[in-house]
């Protein structure tokens, strides 16, 4: 039995690592990768995204998707991913995407899939919530939606607000008022997902595929967090939930998005504990055996060529 998935990514430096993941985890059918702007612009995040799918020698298809949120335009970060999304890491040129639009694509495929598929979003989810206001009643092929997303303390890219919540706060709106359950991988959740030097160093040593060889030079371009002893794998954590669940704990809870104009704005509102008496409309992630998950991303991504 494996998980069919959408991937959904804005290929910078951490999505690179979820996607290898992704690709080397037998217990999932990566139906399509989409792609949307958003650590970087669209015309790198998509490249990235290629490149990195030809490294693996992967035939999954990856699609075109939005080059800004619903309303307004992405703002980047280059700080992190550098210019380039991957750190000035340079791979073979990836070639082209598949012709249709991501939007299309993922309503497409949960129109035909004989079983229901997970959505997983490790950037801006423009591209899924597009899908979902275009046909909503496709959401009843959805088995979950998976998302590293949120906050439900402080932000980082403002005082209030994560990156990918900020980038589109009104997309992942859409998605928590869809009616199926969405799991965050919050900044809480994969702050226990530090890189150090010394994990590096033990998965540098697992192989010499190119695919690792890339994942650990990608990783390494990260400069160090200014919070954190150690770099934050954020987006591999969705992956790692969905193939190997016993390594996190987690909570049902209600959640919700500010869409407000001001400070606040893309902070997600996680009430862990139903102090809102909302409907569970969530499940956020809250604890990680971190060495069991860099034991796993070592292993998976040694497999890939
Ligand atoms: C999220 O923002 C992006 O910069 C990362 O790729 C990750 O998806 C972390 O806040
Ligand atoms: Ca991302």
């Given at each position: 039995m494996t998980i069919p998935i959408i991937l959904d990514c804005d290929t910078g430096t951490d999505d690179a690592l979820a996607i290898l993941l992704a690709l080397a985890s037998p217990e999932l059918d990566v139906l399509a990768i989409t792609v949307a702007g958003g650590n970087v612009g669209l015309d790198r995040t998509l490249a990235n995204t290629l490149a990195l799918t030809k490294l693996a020698r992967s035939t999954v298809p990856v699609y075109q998707g939005a080059d800004r949120p619903l309303l307004g335009s992405f703002f980047n970060e280059p700080r992190i991913h550098g210019i380039d999304g991957l750190g000035g890491i340079v791979l073979p040129d990836g070639g082209q995407p598949a012709p249709e639009i991501a939007s299309d694509a993922i309503r497409r495929i949960l129109r035909t899939a004989p079983e229901p598929v997970t959505l997983v979003g490790i950037a801006p989810v423009t591209n899924l919530a597009l899908a979902l206001m275009t046909e909503p009643a496709l959401t009843a092929n959805i088995?979950?939606?998976?998302?590293?997303?949120?906050?439900?303390?402080?932000?980082?890219?403002?005082?209030?607000?994560?990156?990918?919540?900020?980038?589109?706060?009104?997309?992942?709106?859409?998605?928590?008022?869809?009616?199926?359950?969405?799991?965050?991988?919050?900044?809480?959740?994969?702050?226990?997902?530090?890189?150090?030097?010394?994990?590096?160093?033990?998965?540098?040593?697992?192989?010499?595929?190119?695919?690792?060889?890339?994942?650990?030079?990608?990783?390494?371009?990260?400069?160090?967090?200014?919070?954190?002893?150690?770099?934050?794998?954020?987006?591999?954590?969705?992956?790692?939930?969905?193939?190997?669940?016993?390594?996190?704990?987690?909570?049902?809870?209600?959640?919700?998005?500010?869409?407000?104009?001001?400070?606040?704005?893309?902070?997600?509102?996680?009430?862990?504990?139903?102090?809102?008496?909302?409907?569970?409309?969530?499940?956020?992630?809250?604890?990680?055996?971190?060495?069991?998950?860099?034991?796993?991303?070592?292993?998976?991504?040694?497999?890939?060529?």
């Open positions: 088995a979950q939606i998976v998302l590293m997303s949120g906050a439900w303390a402080e932000g980082n890219a403002t005082p209030a607000a994560e990156f990918n919540a900020l980038n589109d706060p009104e997309a992942l709106a859409v998605l928590l008022a869809c009616g199926r359950p969405v799991v965050f991988a919050t900044l809480e959740l994969t702050a226990q997902a530090l890189v150090t030097p010394e994990r590096l160093g033990v998965l540098r040593a697992l192989g010499t595929g190119l695919c690792l060889a890339a994942a650990c030079d990608i990783q390494a371009s990260v400069p160090p967090s200014r919070r954190l002893p150690g770099a934050p794998l954020h987006d591999p954590c969705t992956i790692a939930w969905l193939t190997r669940p016993e390594l996190f704990t987690s909570r049902a809870c209600s959640a919700r998005v500010d869409l407000g104009p001001g400070i606040g704005r893309g902070r997600t509102v996680i009430d862990r504990w139903n102090r809102t008496g909302d409907a569970l409309n969530a499940v956020v992630l809250e604890t990680l055996d971190a060495d069991g998950f860099f034991t796993l991303l070592g292993e998976r991504v040694a497999m890939l060529p």
